[in-house]
């Protein structure tokens, strides 16, 4: 995948692979018809990690990284993320806010030369019952990420036996691999 064919894409589909001991993820471009199309990143959370790490490799074959995120510290609480591209240099961060988490999941995401973009589950009733009703974790969620009242991107968990997002990219700067690191975050990381 060439990064001026990534960066011209608005809309992906992820979807989990079902896997006993590691979580994958395959990110999709969307085809005109709206299903989805050809595969544009395949992502791995790090087995057995000190800290969490998650590769993002350019298909699943997983010979050569796209990019990939990694934690600062061991205690994730409010842990902060580096997101880099596969020769390590940095495309921007994002952290999950601990105090304004404990009601409705909120994460924060920075990439220079932009403002900071600030994602939030939209509905409360629905963070609070996937919070407190343990048989209720899979409800579909929907997540909203704008920097100063504009929307950036959109991430929405979908019905359905696996785990599948439809993320939707509304600002054109926004780096893409920094949106695919926000959205597989926001499965991998999400319950911690």
Do not use: C
């Not at 785990?163 to 691999?177: A, L, M, N, T």
């Amino acid at each position: 995948m060439q990064l001026d064919n990534l960066q011209g894409q608005h809309q992906f589909h992820i979807r989990q692979r079902l896997r006993m001991m590691v979580n994958q993820y395959e990110v999709r471009a969307v085809s005109p018809d709206g299903t989805e199309g050809e595969l544009l990143a395949f992502a791995q959370q790090k087995r057995l990690a000190f800290k969490e790490q998650v590769t993002i490799y350019t298909d699943d074959s997983k010979q050569q990284p796209l990019l990939g995120f990694k934690a600062r510290q061991r205690i994730d609480l409010g842990a902060t993320y580096d997101v880099t591209d596969a020769a390590g240099n940095p495309i921007g961060l994002f952290r999950k806010d601990f105090a304004q988490s404990l009601l409705r999941s909120t994460w924060h995401v920075e990439q220079n030369g932009l403002p900071q973009v600030t994602g939030q589950e939209r509905s409360m009733p629905v963070a609070l019952l996937r919070r407190f009703v343990d048989s209720l974790s899979w409800l579909p969620y929907h997540f909203d990420f704008t920097a100063g009242g504009q929307p950036v991107f959109t991430v929405v968990k979908k019905w359905g036996l696996r785990d599948k997002y439809i993320v939707e990219v509304q600002h054109p700067q926004i780096d893409r691999r920094l949106v695919i690191a926000m959205a597989v975050a926001l499965d991998a990381l999400q319950a911690r």
